[in-house]
């Protein structure tokens, strides 16, 4: 099947938003890649944390939380929690001024592993994610959830769009788009869908300059029920 123009998809959103105007506030800024690699390590813990905590859970109230558990976990240091014993991690799984959640807390012990690990190996998480190719991004997700903890499905790619690398986010409204208009038939957990996936997305940044993160909003926008 052809793949449908940017434009059009372009013009379809602005009509549903309200014109180019309200369409443009609702679209995403992503971070170059020098600008990425000024986040520390501990930083980006935190957010990759935070996202874990938010997947399935009320935002709000792990907003709220959250200056709880950068005292808990020492700022996300990734050595620091390192050196935290399994009573420890244990305390603050059961601590009600955090969540009760022990498998979540686990993957805050897990991922400092993961990060100090590709530290070694490339200087910093925030070096490694900061020069990963756009074009490639969706193997990047797949590092994160192979290498990680808790961060398949769209918890990797969030947090990557949280701390503002360029993404574009498989929501139902994108993942309905792309399967309606038969660019991907494949599952996407798999590789095939992934790949189909990325294959779109490249084509419309190319034909419009646009970052991921924007084609996907924009995507977004212009079908479904507007999840942004």
């Known amino acids: 099947m052809k793949i449908e123009s940017f434009a059009s998809i372009y013009q379809r959103a602005a009509e549903r938003k309200g014109g180019v105007d309200a369409l443009e506030a609702l679209l995403p800024q992503s971070l170059t890649a020098d600008e990425y690699q000024e986040y520390s390590d501990d930083r980006l813990l935190s957010a990759m944390s935070k996202q874990i905590f938010q997947s399935g859970f009320v935002w709000k109230v792990v907003d709220a939380k959250w200056p ?80 990680g903890t808790r961060l398949g499905g769209n918890t990797g790619p969030y947090f990557l769009r949280a701390t503002g690398k360029d993404t574009f986010l498989l929501t139902s409204d994108v993942e309905g788009y792309l399967r309606a208009t038969g660019l991907v038939d494949a599952g996407m957990a798999t590789q095939k869908g992934l790949t189909q996936a990325q294959a779109a997305f490249n084509h419309w940044q190319a034909e419009s300059g646009r970052t991921l993160a924007q084609i996907s909003r924009i995507i977004a926008c212009g079908v479904g029920d507007n999840r942004i």
Do not use: C
């Not at 390192?82 to 601590?95: I, T």
């Open 68 to 147: 709880a558990y950068e005292a808990a976990f020492f700022g996300f240091d990734p050595l620091k929690i390192l050196l935290m014993s399994p009573e420890q991690l244990n305390a603050r799984a059961s601590d009600p001024a955090l969540i009760r959640h022990g498998k979540k807390t686990q993957a805050i012990y897990d991922n400092a592993l993961m990060i100090k690990d590709i530290a070694a190996e490339h200087g910093s998480l925030a070096r490694y994610i900061g020069l990963w190719p756009g074009e490639e991004i969706t193997s990047l997700w797949q590092v994160l959830k192979k290498r």
